[in-house]
């Protein structure tokens, strides 16, 4: 992949969140998702590349664009790419002013992400001090502890991430008989779970069970970090089992790792829509505004942190 793709793929992001920015708070989640996805298609027309959405907003049918199977971009001869996408991570936290909302790309070669239908999965995710110590056949306490220890504070110091959800009330007691704090997200477990590979955030370990479409996102982010997650599938219902035959996922309980999600060559932007543990939202000034972006690619293990002005006045119509 041409790795200035990263770099494109970032202004698709910001295009995206500008446009459901505008919408923050007014409490309609709706229509906030639906301007970020409108913005996204919309910048995608001037990107090269051969892409193939294969995480996106939805079944064809179901949603106007962005769906699963789209190809979008300038092909003109550039290399196929597939995309895992979310124009707007939390569009329920963006109507009412919350925070995590982000909106996300990620890209890689053709046929390395794990396009996976909505269901959800087990998740454990940590920093690079968790690799080979953290896993999902381990306990909770025995994550906590092995956590700790490598990275020389008690289990005292460590911060867990859990979805505030019922499913969750044995899992966070746990936690805190173990010794660790907790922090209960009411949503957005994927800018919590990349947050944990990033220094500085106060943010440990994510546990817990969430949306797996998410959890592939995560992973991109996580493997361009130098983080470690590992996954199992855990759908609800006979019917989410069948989604996830049907997508060629047999085995949904084995546990996978970042890389059998995505692969080794992952490029990941996100730009924050509303502010959180990852990155800070959109900030509206007089004709424009500024907004805060990562971009990564995990063959280099490059990660870049922008922050942009935006002149309306000189920018394309999104």
């Known amino acids: 992949m041409d790795r200035n793709l990263a770099l494109e793929v970032v202004r698709i992001t910001e295009a995206a969140a500008l446009a459901s920015a505008r919408l923050m708070g007014r409490g309609d989640a709706e229509a906030c998702d639906r301007a970020a996805a409108e913005a996204m298609h919309r910048a995608f027309e001037g990107i090269g590349a051969d892409g193939s959405i294969v995480i996106g907003e939805g079944r064809e049918g179901a949603v106007e664009r962005l769906w699963v199977g789209e190809r979008i971009g300038e092909a003109n001869g550039a290399a196929a790419i597939d995309v895992a996408l979310d124009a707007l991570e939390g569009a329920t936290v963006c109507a009412t002013g919350g925070s995590n909302a982000l909106s996300i790309i990620m890209i890689a070669e053709r046929g390395r992400i794990l396009a996976c239908p909505e ?33 020389s504070v008690y289990v005292e110091d460590l911060t867990a991430v859990i979805l505030d959800r019922p499913r969750h009330d044995r899992l966070v007691e746990e936690v805190r008989r173990a010794g660790a704090r907790v922090q209960l997200l009411a949503d957005g477990d994927l800018a919590a779970a990349i947050a944990t590979a990033r220094p500085g955030t106060d943010v440990d370990i994510l546990l817990g069970i969430g949306g797996a479409q998410q959890g592939v996102l995560a992973a991109g982010a996580i493997e361009a970090m130098g983080g470690t997650m590992e996954v199992r599938f855990r759908p609800r219902t006979s019917d989410e089992a069948s989604l996830l035959r049907a997508a060629g996922i047999s085995d949904p309980e084995r546990v996978r790792t970042a890389g059998e999600l995505v692969g080794d060559n992952v490029m990941f932007a996100a730009t924050g829509v ?4 990852l990155l800070s939202g959109v900030r509206f000034f007089r004709g424009g505004a500024r907004t805060n972006s990562v971009v990564m690619r995990s063959r280099t293990r490059t990660v870049r942190w922008i922050e942009a002005h935006h002149h309306f006045d000189f920018k394309p119509e999104y």
């Open 274 to 277: 509303t502010g959180g543990h």
């Open 119 to 151: 269901t959800y999965m087990e998740k454990v995710a940590t920093g690079p001090e968790g690799r080979g110590v953290v896993s999902l056949e381990k306990t909770p306490t025995e994550n906590l502890r092995a956590l700790a220890e490598a990275k």
